[in-house]
């Protein structure tokens, strides 16, 4: 395969902590395969696969299924992320140790899409998965402060009416959980971390040592609660969108690596599901393929992008976290590499028709982005070429 790369921009291929790719159970919304391929398309090599699948993904037979499908489409890695608890309800720890020893040598477990907040439940999590060096990724949220939320509480939500969800439902899971983090010595990695406050706890928590790592969104990193006022259902998501203030805080924290890496959170939702009335639609936003030119807009703009910073927050410490151990390396010779080359210098629209994704709810229809990805290499083959997908890329 011959790219003129001309201009472009070298980066380890993306890795992406938080992907939903809804296969098995909600085909209708995105599969392993139409997910990955749009992965490819935004600059990815790997992904990992929350567990809110439908089977829940919370025994080896599911996680297995996950890898075997991701293996078959041949577009990115695909590292299935396992429950940390039975079910979406579930109050018993899943079978943990057997998704880790299973062909899907799953490393990371997590509550994301369950609403499992019990103390005793991750302390015991946390315990086992020390014992093989794994790790809770956690969605941070204590449903008891945000039954019935509808949006970010603020005065955007008071003047709207609608029920508000606090930050501190968020910030309140955070210090607990950094708390049993040090307490049991385990690994925490908290996802979608939106709040100010939560980045204050975190930076606190790393200055004492504690084993604990963040995650940010693209959206979290754009847009504000202000968007609500439109009432387009495309806006609501967990955690809701924030403050302006949220979001220059953390734009810093991911500048300055308090924020380790930014995550997708790619929620696909079908039509049914996204066009309705706001307190009916689930949350969620697309991600994958407008990741890469969202970080390099909250970073200060394709002028001023630090390419180092980008392909550490965006490659190189989610490939660590995960313990992705191909991905996040720069190519050396003799080796099947794992990258991606970015135009820097060009901008595309986005239409949601052309996305990859199965699903169109992109908060950027219509808008101009910066940068774009030229071409994706997963061990060496091209699984993008010229921004589109290239062909013969089943195994
Ligand atoms: C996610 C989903 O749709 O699965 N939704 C969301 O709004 N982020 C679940 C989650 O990440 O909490
Ligand atoms: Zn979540
Ligand atoms: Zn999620």
């Given amino acids: 395969t011959v790219v003129d790369a001309d201009g472009l921009v070298l980066l380890p291929g993306l890795v992406d902590l938080h992907t939903h790719l ?10 392993v395969h139409s997910g990955t391929r749009a992965a490819a398309k935004g600059g990815y090599t790997a992904v990992c696969a929350m567990a809110n699948s439908y089977p829940v993904a919370d025994t080896a037979g599911v996680v297995e299924q996950v890898a075997a499908l991701g293996k078959a489409a041949g577009y990115a890695d695909v590292q299935p992320v396992g429950a940390v608890s039975v079910g979406l ?6 079978e943990i140790g057997a998704m880790a020893r299973s062909a899907a040598a799953v490393r990371m477990f997590s509550d994301d899409g369950h609403c499992v907040s019990d103390p005793i439940l991750m302390r015991r999590a946390l315990e086992y998965v020390k014992t093989f060096g794994g790790l809770i990724a956690q969605h941070a949220e204590e449903p008891r402060l945000t039954e019935g939320a509808q949006m970010n509480e603020g005065a955007v939500s008071a003047e709207l009416g609608l029920p508000g969800w606090p930050a501190v439902a968020e910030e309140a899971i955070i210090a607990r959980d950094v708390l049993l983090a040090e307490y049991t010595g385990a690994r925490v990695h908290f996802c979608h971390v939106s709040t100010a406050r939560s980045v204050d706890i975190i930076r606190e928590a790393k200055a004492r040592g504690a084993n604990v790592t963040a995650e940010v969104c693209p959206h979290h990193l754009l847009l504000t609660d202000e968007a609500a006022r439109t009432y387009d259902p495309v806006y609501k998501v967990n955690p809701p ?9 953390l734009r810093g924290a991911l500048a300055e690596g308090v924020i380790d890496a930014v995550a997708t959170d790619h929620a696909p939702h079908a039509p049914q599901d996204k066009d309705c009335e706001w307190a009916a639609a689930r949350p969620g936003m697309l991600g994958l ?7 390099v807009l909250a970073l200060g703009g394709p002028a001023e992008a630090d390419w180092d910073t980008i392909a550490e927050r965006t490659s190189r410490t989610p490939a660590r976290i995960a313990g992705l151990e191909a991905h996040g390396r720069d190519p050396k010779p003799g080796t099947e590499a794992n990258f991606t080359l970015v135009d820097p210098a060009a901008t595309w629209t986005v239409v ?3 996305l990859a994704s199965l699903s169109r709810n992109t908060p950027y229809a219509g808008m101009e982005l910066p940068v774009t990805v030229q071409a994706t290499f997963l ?9 589109k997908i290239a062909e013969e890329t089943t195994e």
């Avoid at 809804?22 to 599969?31: F, H, I, Q």
């Avoid at 309800?89 to 899943?94: I, K, S, V, W, Y």
């Avoid at 393929?289 to 970080?295: C, G, K, M, P, V």
């Avoid at 061990?379 to 921004?387: D, I, K, P, Q």
């Fill in 289 to 295: 393929e407008t990741a890469l030119s969202i970080t």
């Fill in 352 to 354: 949601p028709g052309e």
């Fill in 241 to 249: 969108l924030r403050r302006e203030a949220d979001v220059a805080v």
């Fill in 22 to 31: 809804r296969e098995p159970g909600r085909e209708d919304a995105e599969t």
């Fill in 379 to 387: 061990r060496g083959r091209a699984t993008v070429l010229n921004g």
């Fill in 89 to 94: 309800e579930g109050r018993q720890l899943a």
